[in-house]
Nanobody, 117 residues
Framework: QVQLVESGGGLVQPGGSLRLSCATS????????MGWYRQAPGNQRELVAA???????NYADSVKGRFTISRDAAKNTIYLQMNSLKFEDTAVYYC???????????WGQGTQVTVST
């Protein structure tokens, strides 16, 4: 079955950096669009960054210029490099895998990112 396993979250000070990873299994990785979403307490889950199977990317306005999404076909893994972190980036970050056909998205279990002094 499809599995997504996130890692790399943690506690970081404002202005710091983290890199999230999402290792996938059970999918033909090259055909899937992948994304990172986040959900802060009391808020709805929102798109942070996405990357198509062809490598095109898009970002939420709030993270443009600070976050970079990438994918490694050899490792069936996507990454989210987060720089210049702000308090408002604190959330649980979720990996998402969207197949080329059908509404059959898969979600990871989430990883907590906390930006605090």
């Amino acid at each position: 079955q499809v599995q997504l396993v996130e890692s790399g979250g943690g506690l970081v000070q404002p202005g710091g950096s983290l890199r999230l990873s999402c290792a996938t299994s059970g999918i033909i990785f090259s055909t899937y669009a992948m994304g990172w979403y986040r959900q802060a307490p009391g808020n709805q889950r929102e798109l942070v960054a996405a990357i198509t199977s062809g490598g095109r990317t898009n970002y939420a306005d709030s993270v443009k210029g600070r976050f970079t999404i990438s994918r490694d076909a050899a490792k069936n893994t996507i990454y989210l490099q987060m720089n210049s972190l702000k308090f408002e980036d604190t959330a649980v970050y979720y990996c998402n895998a969207a197949p080329p056909v059908g509404p059959f998205d898969t979600w990871g279990q989430g990883t907590q990112v906390t930006v605090s002094t």
